[in-house]
């Protein structure tokens, strides 16, 4: 994205995203802006370009994508990470469970090994 790069602040719920969603965000998440022609060429279904177009300004509201200008052209790129987004969903999930640390300690529960020495390691400081 340019440097006039417009997008709204992420507040509220996280976004839910729904199946053609999903996809064209799986699509940004790579790092290209795109056009909504671009998106077209790029899923694996023949989309309108209007059903495109209202995907977009849906992400858009729900401040997961970002406009840019390439001359003429509109750029839509992820205003957000997916790294980002699935914490902001998993911040929300601790927040509505009404105990936090029992949905903390129910979700490292089910970690496996690896992923529990990674967050050990992190919570320690260690890095590598």
């Not at 056009?35 to 989309?47: A, E, K, Q, Y």
């Not at 205003?79 to 936090?100: F, N, T």
């Amino acid at each position: 994205m340019n440097e006039h790069a417009q997008h709204q602040s992420y507040t509220g719920d996280p976004a839910r995203l729904g199946a053609l969603e999903s996809q064209v965000m799986d699509l940004l998440w790579e790092g290209n802006p795109f056009t909504v022609r671009g998106i077209i060429d790029r899923l694996p279904s023949d989309p309108a370009y209007t059903t495109i177009s209202t995907v977009l300004g849906n992400l858009r509201k729900k401040g997961l994508v970002c406009t840019g200008k390439d001359g003429y052209a509109t750029l839509y790129g992820a205003c957000v990470s997916r790294d980002e987004h699935a914490a902001r969903i998993m911040e929300h999930a601790l927040e509505e469970s009404g105990d936090r640390a029992a949905a903390i300690l129910r979700f490292v529960d089910g970690m496996p090994d690896a992923e529990l020495e990674m967050l050990r390691r992190h919570l320690l400081g260690e890095t590598g």
